[in-house]
């Protein structure tokens, strides 16, 4: 299968490069970028030295294929789609364009008008473990923020098994490496700033609070704090079970969420170092662990969620719903499970 | 005036040795380790090379002294506090033996039964801000857990001026650096395991809560996670203000609280890089900084809190409230402003 | 093929079991650690969570296979080798005890005598890049030291195509991440302690500059200090170009010696973020990036080395020698290429 | 006195405010800035909140004082430097203008012709160990570079004891932090590019050899590395001890050349966690920490130094120079002891 990145010289585009070049049926066609057409992929991402020869070329030297993955910056994207859509069977968006189905909550949230509302509809979900059967017919894939993917992911369960009120709303709080401000980030991202900081980036009003409520159906808050890593989202949400739950229905839940789901791993252990998820072992993976404890005195949940935002937080969950899409297993391409110690 | 440091060996009691033998009216004498009685103070703690000859002492070498702090293990210090009332005229603890003047909840919290539930009463919190009246007279003083610091002060203002609602409660999410483990923590804080990790050590009801709690006069729920930081503390409140309350109302209530705090900062910035508290550029400084953002579609408002644990979170505001007592200004030996960038 | 770990619950056994698990031709059917015998893996190692069901078992559990690695303390192996020789056909030992082949260079380095020095000659290093046709019928490989593989890939063009005088001897200075110091390392490997630090914990006469020594035939001094990293090393080596040496023999050199080598990478870059070999972007993945700078006007050359520690430096490398030895594809269960930005 | 900071919004800058509001006989009545000119001191170095009220202002706005800090980019100070001698009776500049007093040598590092070549032997070297006494009676102050004073400070007991040879040279391989950029670096420098790096930014040549060499009167090559820190910078310097010089030697020369001097510490113990100079523990001191290891064999020595090198190696020698130079205590605003952990 021919595909094609745009945006390939960021950190997701890399990501992408990556997987796509390791999968058993993919071949990268293109590698778009603006600011290094011509140039090298391997000068801009290293890690991929020996492993292809490719060059940047720039969006006009694509004429078609069979897929193209859009890592791009927000906005970019709905004002460009039908270019997209005519070049390539299958689009699957990594950016915000496509993930809001409300045009009044996506203009609160991204600060402008939409710009393709007709589309909203026409766009599944990147969510694999949510809406797998919608994604095996799916031409247009909007993959979701990595925060809210492991929000999502972490009270899904929770939600799908009317263990908790929804109308009484989430708080999560979210930390984050600093990958996620991407390779063309400025001063404020700076190693001597950056490192060590707990940055409250967004105290209130995340924009990807916005989509875990629309995936859950449930209002919810988020605050973001940018912490040292590079790699790595965590969320911790904060919510009441409803009365008469107890432990053994959210083993229950979890347990049948998530069994079968390739990449997604419940963690909630009483010993060891790594009792509940960490993205500090997923660095690579495409793995988002949940898990959860519970304050039985008073039926307080914490549910946490773990990924790598570069790969289950976006290029790896994007490669993903490719697999499904196209019948293949859903490993393929994804088999990297992660380090320890790291 | 002539002190006395117990557990002198651990971070605490280094941070506390590192203040009291820059502090312009404390004669530091006696070190007592029970691991290192005789070996010199600055093979363990190196930055004080240069800065001091003393040697670890045993807690038997010391005959008497004009204050004593206890920087030991939960758990000891109840039990021995008869010991050290006799041989100091001021004990400043530092563990969590007095903080929680409720023995049940005490017993909830540490796991045994208070062995001094009769000095309960006659121990004034060390935490200036709220009770420096007390402190004037006090000749038992029992220093704040670090994170209940950090929570108690960012939501203190909105308590004292009935911004909030206290019988809804306090949701609090904390991160902390590796340091609060200690200099004997076990495997699980090697390099290797600890470093660039999000580690839900307590998703609930950590200890502190209960002095939070305790403090603010309303429940408190809170999750610890430890983060890549070696020092520093942060803690990040949501709740919800009263109907009416605006932007205003909180300006007011943090300034009115904190104008004349010496170690109390307001930190809540449109712009810039540090917006909003971080305990990144409060390495071995006494600050708290404290700020809050507001939703104000919602009225969701979240309350934030830094400080270094070893210093405002412990050791620091330990010898404020020394200062206090004896009536000195309240920076002396304080004076550090912290770093940037570090 | 049937393999047996023992030190299985080391950081190098752990990953010798992430490569073994993902390797198409092996089984792994033992992990020996004597602390946590009848204990699941991964409760161990987090990232084999959902890879494995494994338990850890005893040494004697174990009866007979088709290769054992040995990733046990160093002078453990020399005083087991014929049980383990007995029960496999193939022996990879990762630790010291066969890597030198002069018992006193052993004695000087390791401080005790050597109980086998009868097998010295048995042992193949295992060093692919050097040694490839001897371990291809090798029963018995000895995996070098982690800055002993660094400095002498760098070095090993140059030694080869006597561009430089080796009676002259080399200076290395080696910077190395924390789980080198494995996963029961002590008070000095905490967090607080580690994190950060600049530690300069062999002055002179680190082991590994006998391994360099022995391989390269020239004269080794090393340094070596520990920095801020979990995985990686990177040597310096410090050598003069023979007179009218010049670039294009370098390059030269460097091309001819690796341009077929599967897990060599020649960096030397004029231009970029990752001009020299950085072990930042190989965690993970089975590379030594080797690069070197020639400063023209006194004929100062500077070879650089990267890898990581555990893979390139350990379990990836032990397992190419595995490839090597049963003849199969190289690259086998290697295929990680690292990340990027990491 | 009345002293004026020019490039007040850099890291040195920033340091150099936060010593001289803390100066007990120094006022601070100008902040220069080019870029931020009417802006908070306080918004660009959050560490002085509370600190500090001072605005930014432009150069034109200062007209006169007793001293001017010019933490400029290199290659600015030499065009301007009558502009600021008219100006300020002492000018201490920081920048590497004046550092080396051989024009061609400084052609060479930096790559353009000396603008002020008439004034390379007025300015007396700002390092009080080697120049007390010129510093005494100097108006033109030259504070080496970071790297520079860290490897000159280890070399120069051997150099001045003549323990060894000093036409054989010296080869030594440097570690520095992220801060040593500057607040304006690049995409090199984004946190995700940096962090957990060793990045060999200087393989050979590294400007500060020159000054070694300069101070030391024998050649110096040096081999520069960025690691994971933002502040610090440890020298390790390899040499060779004349025949017949001992440990004994080495210990006297150490002894007599820094027992008086109140910022340098000899660190060198054979137990303990920090036996050797690690920067870890000098975040914001003073102190240049150096230290030697022997091989006694081979008559190889490692002569190691650390600082920090906004403090020790900039803004803190600096302000070092400032108080030798007035007659006033050496120590006055200098006093802090660094922090342990950090």
Redesign the interface.
């Known amino acids: 299968m021919r595909v094609v990145v745009a945006g390939a010289a960021g950190?997701i585009g890399?990501e992408l490069l990556?997987l796509l070049i390791?999968h058993p049926e993919v071949e990268v066609v293109g590698a778009i970028s603006s600011r290094f057409p011509g140039k090298r992929v391997d000068?801009?991402?290293?890690?991929?030295?020996?492993?292809t020869d490719l060059l940047f070329c720039s969006a006009d030297e694509v004429t078609e294929c069979d897929a193209v993955f859009l890592a791009l910056p927000h906005r970019a994207v709905m004002t460009q789609i039908e270019y997209w859509t005519q070049r390539a069977k299958l689009v699957i968006d990594l950016t915000g364009d496509f993930r809001l189905n409300d045009t009044k909550v996506f203009e609160r949230y991204y600060g402008s008008e939409h710009q393709a509302p007709h589309l909203l509809d026409a766009f599944v979900p990147g969510l694999p473990e949510l809406h797998r059967e919608r994604l095996r017919g799916a031409d247009l894939i909007s993959v979701p923020g990595c925060m809210a993917t492991a929000g999502v992911l972490a009270l899904h369960p929770l939600v799908a098994h009317e263990l908790i009120d929804t109308q009484a709303g989430v708080?999560l709080?979210a930390?984050t490496?600093?990958?996620g401000?991407g390779?063309?980030?400025g001063?404020?991202?700076?190693?001597?700033?950056?490192?060590?900081?707990?940055?409250?980036?967004a105290?209130?009003?995340h924009r990807h609070e916005a989509e875990i409520s629309q995936h859950l159906g449930m209002p919810a808050?988020m605050?973001a704090?940018g912490?040292?890593?590079?790699?790595?989202v965590?969320t911790?949400a904060?919510t009441t079970l409803r009365p008469g739950v107890g432990k053994s229905d959210l083993r229950r839940a979890f347990r049948e969420q998530y069994a079968e789901e390739p990449f997604v791993?419940v963690?909630a252990?009483q010993?060891?170092?790594?009792?509940?998820?960490?993205?500090?072992?997923l660095?690579?993976?495409n793995?988002c662990d949940v898990?959860?404890?519970?304050?039985e005195d008073?039926g307080?949940l914490?549910a946490?969620g773990?990924l790598d935002n570069l790969v289950k937080g976006g290029a790896g969950n994007a490669v993903q719903c490719l697999n499904i899409r196209m019948g293949w297993p859903e490993t393929y391409g994804l088999?990297?499970?992660?380090?320890?110690?790291?």
Chains 1, 2, 3, 4 share one sequence.
């Open positions: 950190y890399g990556r390791g000068g801009v991402h290293p890690n991929l030295r020996a492993s708080q709080d930390r490496g600093s990958s401000s390779s063309t980030a001063p404020a991202n700076l190693h001597a700033e950056r490192s060590g900081a707990m940055r409250v980036f105290p209130t009003g808050a605050t704090t912490v040292e890593a590079v790699r790595g965590q911790i904060h791993r963690v252990h010993r060891g170092i790594f009792r509940y998820p960490d993205p500090k072992i660095l690579g993976s793995y898990g959860y404890a519970l304050d008073t307080r914490t946490i773990a088999t990297f499970p992660g380090l320890h110690p790291v």
